[in-house]
């Protein structure tokens, strides 16, 4: 075990610190980890872990709903640089325009949002729990933000209800296309295509699999196939590589990289932990309380 990991698990256990990693962060972040999943596992944990702070490797708006859930913790983002892109792409003025055109519709934020923003919200979704959650709410007319192909994918499956769609989304899913898909399939045609539904439909269209960050990792290990295409950010394809010497994994694309996922280091986490690093998310009451309610709606119906 390497100095670093050592000093992170002694101070770690000596100050009753929880560790959560999301399943992007690298093999070194995540060997530290209490807990690694994906985002709607994450916010499930972050619930429960009985520790009275808790340090979240991930990016901003995932610190965010730790707090949310838990504002008697102590609260801290490793790397306070690591933002998502796509939560900050519409801010609650625009939203709240939006809603004026349809006030019938009830709105489902994408947890990739900020507090802020999940202010106006009726309930969260991650990309693992969004199909079901959109079933299972009683209202028929969904205004789904911010990201319109995760929202494409939910319509598709939910049929019987009626969508309204914004045009946000994430940068790096959304940059990889059917022409990816097709050179990867002829140049490893026995592969199983995964994505995840952060990518474009005609990307989406093209998969055997589709599913979150472990939803994606899950399918893999268990299916008696060996050789896979990844359709999301990279750290998966090496996660899995780790996991499970037998099989092969090839990334969609080189493309497939988030950059403020990939800015957590392992000294990052000690810094936090020794004091010197990270950032205290702190959230202004009267924001938490309007925005903890859709995230609360969201683990009642996610389950
Ligand atoms: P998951 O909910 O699948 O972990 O996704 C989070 C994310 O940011 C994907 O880009
Ligand atoms: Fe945000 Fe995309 Fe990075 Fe996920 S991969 S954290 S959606 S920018």
């Given amino acids: 075990m390497n100095g670093v990991k050592q000093k992170i698990l002694k101070l770690k256990a000596e100050k009753d610190v929880c560790i959560l990693a999301h399943s992007y962060m690298s093999e070194e972040v995540c060997s530290v980890a209490d807990f690694v999943g994906d985002s709607y596992a994450l916010a499930v944990k972050a619930k429960d872990a009985p520790q009275s702070v808790v340090i979240m490797c991930g990016v901003r708006f995932m610190a965010e709903t730790v707090k949310m859930l838990s504002p008697h913790k102590r609260v801290i983002l490793s790397n306070p640089k690591a933002g998502c892109a796509m939560a900050e792409q519409f801010d609650k003025e625009v939203i709240l325009e939006v809603k ?22 009726d309930v969260c979704v991650t990309s693992s729990s969004a199909v079901k959650i959109c079933r299972a709410m009683p209202e028929k007319n969904i205004l789904f933000i911010p990201d319109i192909n995760l929202g494409t994918y939910v319509s598709q499956k939910v049929p019987e209800k009626n969508f309204k769609l914004l045009s946000g989304g994430c940068p790096a899913h959304a940059q990889v296309e059917a022409a990816d898909v097709l050179k990867a399939k002829s140049a490893h045609p026995d592969a199983l295509f995964l994505v995840h539904p952060e990518c474009r439909p005609e990307v989406v269209s093209l998969a055997d699999y589709v599913g979150s960050t472990t939803g994606i990792m899950d399918y893999a290990e268990k299916s008696d196939k060996t050789q896979f295409i990844i359709g999301t950010e990279n750290s998966i394809t090496e996660h899995l590589r780790v996991k499970c010497p037998d099989k092969e994994f090839y990334p969609l694309s080189d493309r497939l990289v988030c950059g ?44």
């Fill in 260 to 303: 403020n996922m990939r800015i957590t280091t392992p000294e990052d986490v000690l810094k936090c932990l020794e004091g010197t690093g990270g950032e205290e998310i702190f959230i202004d009451e009267d924001v938490r309380v309007k925005a903890v309610k859709c995230i609360e709606r969201m683990i009642k119906l996610g389950g």
């Fill in 100 to 121: 004026k055109r349809y006030p019938d519709y009830a709105v489902v934020a994408y947890v990739n949002t900020t507090a802020e923003l999940k202010t106006v919200a």
